[in-house]
């Protein structure tokens, strides 16, 4: 009996051990296809793209994000999808790459090219580019939203990476932001100062020597300011206002 124990056992041994191999093989060939389809669809993406092929490599990178969303080139795919997005102006699908991938991947080493493309996508999306491009006189009475946004996040890139790549064009453009922010500011003071509400043209002026000291409408915004204070009979404050505005005047 015994014998013939030690015989059943060497010989299911032998078949789990024939059924583990042939197995493990299967798995190690599925898993080399499985790599090797990755790697075939991502370099045929990527090539596209460099190609200036935005559409093409848009779908393929979609694909691999929906078929493979476990694939070792995840977060790659999601930069190249907001740059093609933003190449193609899909603004909307890049911001949403963008949003999300800052939300889960916050200590990425390419956050900052992310936080500069927000601010971009932002910038582009401010109807101020439109206006530069077709050489039309500027209206600082339209919309601010976006240029909010684009401001904050040059400014989140400037403090946070001040030594990226990016800070430099951020700095840049900052200074046109400050200026067409500084702007609207102005416009709104005066039509606060057409209303007679001479507090909020105070509050508003104030405002606008925080945020954008060193414009040119910030200074012109400072004369409202100084109107109102003597409207409102703050004589003495109105004088260090004057003071305020012949001590700059000269930078302009």
Known sequence: MNKQYIFL????????????????????????????????????????????????????????????????????????????????FELQMAIDVIDRFI?????????????????????????????DIFNIKKNYERDTKNAYLAFKYFNQLIYSFPESLYTNDAIKRLFYLKNRLANFDLSVIKFYNKLGVYIAVINRSQQMLQDYPSTKATIEALKYMKIAYEKIGLIEESKKVSDIILNNSKNF
Not at 52 to 73: G, Q, S, T
């Open 9 to 88: 056992y060497k010989k299911y041994f032998i078949i789990f051990f024939i059924i583990f191999i042939v197995f493990s093989g299967c798995v190690s060939t599925n898993k080399i296809v499985y790599n090797n389809s990755i790697n075939k669809i991502y370099n045929t993406a990527k090539k596209k793209m460099y190609h200036n092929d935005f559409k093409v490599a848009i779908n393929d990178f979609e694909f691999l994000n929906n078929r493979y969303p476990l694939n070792p080139y995840y977060n790659q795919i999601q930069l190249n999808l907001i740059y093609c997005y933003y190449k193609t």
């Open 103 to 131: 939300h889960l991947n916050q200590t990425h080493p390419n956050i900052d090219y992310v936080i500069y493309m927000r601010a971009l996508i932002a910038m582009d999306l401010d109807d101020e580019v439109l206006y």
